[in-house]
């Protein structure tokens, strides 16, 4: 199992996935979302569109994960997980995060994916703060990476700042 912390332009990654942090309706936004979308090109939204909703304007309910082709991206696929919007800790925010990666990494393996680079999901606009996004990404990762040695896991954050929050988890776990 490898894992690691890097510093770089999630939508540059030459990996066979990336994790886009979507929301429910798979449709863009804003962060990381909207720079996948962008750089994807507009055959990634047709793709998110064909995707069933499992409620009415829900393709993906929070904790899960979808997966799309990555059209003009480096990758081979986008994997979409939405993440847990924070409202203090105490409303099962750390175990639907957890699940996040869980359902990405079960996800990619049924793709035989190898290598993966995923972003600080939900550490953005839906509020999580990154040393504890960054506790729970790690321990929940480390545990289902037991069922997927020979995956290599990249946590890509796009400054120094958030790198420096994510090794620092990384070096403690």
Partial sequence: MALSVVTSDLTRLALDAIVNAANPALLGGGGV?????????????????ALPQVAPGVRCPTGDARITPAFLLPARHVIHTVGPVWKGGHHGEAELLAQCYRSSIALAARYAVRTIAFPAISCGVYGY???????VAIASL?????LHAAMEVQ???????????????????
């Fill in 33 to 49: 979302d909207g720079a996948i979308h962008r750089a994807a090109g507009p055959a990634l939204l047709e793709a998110c569109r």
């Fill in 142 to 146: 480390r545990d289902v990476l037991t």
């Fill in 129 to 135: 703060p990154a040393e504890q996004a960054a506790r």
């Fill in 155 to 173: 946590l890509c954050c796009f400054d120094e700042r958030m790198a420096a929050i994510w090794q620092e988890a990384l070096n403690q776990a």
